[in-house]
Nanobody, 123 residues
Framework: QVRLVESGGGLVQAGGSLRLSCAAS????????MGWFRQAPGLEREFVAA????????RYADSVKGRFTISRDDAKKTVYLQMNSLKPEDTAVYYC????????????????WGQGTQVTVSS
């Protein structure tokens, strides 16, 4: 069982930056893809970015390309999401997720989830 714990959310003004962290209880070959998703009120949970522990990827949603960067620290078993040039439409609960195999963008493809961290961007 992989446990994922997100941190780093908060309130920021439009144009600002935040860095989210996701600490994994283990880093195993069987769960080698780490992804970030987000869910705004009343909307479906959507893919944001993903990366492989082996260094494959990364892959981004079109809505965040050029603004968000996903990275990893193998020694700390931690994945980061650096979010720059934030917009009010980025407001959501951000979730970390893990799966085995290749990078996928569907939420149903991921086996393990964190509890989520709230990101609020004010205009």
């Amino acid at each position: 069982q992989v446990r994922l714990v997100e941190s780093g959310g908060g309130l920021v003004q439009a144009g600002g930056s935040l860095r989210l962290s996701c600490a994994a209880s283990e880093r195993t070959f069987s769960n080698n893809v780490m992804g970030w998703f987000r869910q705004a009120p009343g909307l479906e949970r959507e893919f944001v970015a993903a990366i492989k522990w082996s260094g494959g990827g990364p892959r981004y949603a079109d809505s965040v390309k050029g603004r968000f960067t996903i990275s990893r620290d193998d020694a700390k078993k931690t994945v980061y999401l650096q979010m720059n040039s934030l917009k009010p439409e980025d407001t959501a609960v951000y979730y970390c997720a893990a799966r085995s195999g290749i990078i996928m963008v569907g939420k149903a493809e991921y086996d393990y989830w964190g509890q989520g961290t709230q990101v609020t961007v004010s205009s």
